[in-house]
């Protein structure tokens, strides 16, 4: 992908914040438990690309204290509305606006892979405690179920940046964290056909397609899960994950 559309597709979110907030899955307690194991109980952690605050929520439910820092002013909005005990920042991760050493963990949802390493990775550096810990996690569609794989070729064919595509994040995290450990937490989200068109339109590629393109892909994706996946009697299909996680400490 070239950095013109990768940039134009990272600030995309803003634009469907509400949708966002509405169809994106949330994260499995245990992966959230397993990132921040090593976090007292009551210590503060930074949630950089909170995005609307889905793992924000998470991390309050847990009893952290939480910092929330996010670059798109839609998406910051969305997040203040629905959560009321976060300290909610602007910034991003290549300058998170806190001082050295101020956080026990920091935790990075759906979101590692837009930033820029070579900066960001310093920078959380910076602002984790020694013996901190950074944890990043991914809600990746479970392929093993036939309609889900199908969606997945048909999603694919568009993204070539939804994870990190490859990058090995034990390597990439640098000498100021120890080697990263990776673990795979399955969940479900039940969500009705309407609901799952509307989470494909809050993709970044997808919201920055032009109109004739999305409506097309949209169809295809309609018919697609219309003819293959199967429904409750609510109309409701289950749409399996698997939260893929990872945990570094800060040497
Ligand atoms: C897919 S959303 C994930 C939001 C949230 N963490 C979640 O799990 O639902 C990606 C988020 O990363 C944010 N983002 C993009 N580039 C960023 C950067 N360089 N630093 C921090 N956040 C960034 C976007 O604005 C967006 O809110």
Do not use: C
């Not at 956080?103 to 984790?128: K, S």
């Not at 991914?138 to 997945?152: H, K, Q």
């Not at 169809?219 to 009697?233: F, H, K, M, S, W």
């Amino acid at each position: 992908m070239d950095r013109q559309t990768w940039d134009r597709r990272r600030v995309s979110f803003g634009a469907v914040a509400q949708l966002y907030e509405r169809t994106r899955p949330g994260y499995p307690a245990e992966a959230v438990a397993w990132m921040l194991s090593g976090v007292r109980p009551g210590g503060t952690v930074l949630d950089l690309g909170a995005g609307t605050g889905k793992l924000t929520r998470a991390l309050l439910a847990d009893g952290f204290q939480v910092v929330a820092v996010e670059p798109s002013a839609p998406m910051r909005e969305a997040l203040s509305a629905a959560v009321r005990d976060a300290r909610v920042l602007e910034g991003s991760a290549e300058e998170i606006p806190l001082p050295d050493g101020s956080v026990d963990g920091i935790v990075v949802g759906q979101a590692y892979h837009w930033f820029d390493p070579e900066l960001a990775n310093p920078e959380m550096a910076r602002v984790l405690r020694t013996g901190g810990t950074l944890g990043l996690v991914w809600n990746v569609l479970d392929e093993r179920t036939g309609w889900v794989a199908l969606l997945g070729q048909e999603l694919d064919a568009l993204d070539r940046n939804s994870s990190l595509s490859g990058r090995s994040v034990a390597d990439e995290l640098g000498a100021a964290f120890r080697p990263a450990e990776q673990a795979d937490f399955r969940h479900v989200q039940r969500l009705t056909v309407t609901d799952l068109l509307d989470l494909v339109r809050s993709r970044s590629y997808v919201a920055t397609l032009e109109t004739p393109e999305r409506d097309t892909l949209l169809r295809r994706v309609e018919t697609l899960v219309l003819r293959n996946a199967p429904v409750d009697g609510h109309q409701v299909l289950a749409l399996p994950y698997v939260a893929s996680t990872y945990r570094a400490t800060r040497r």
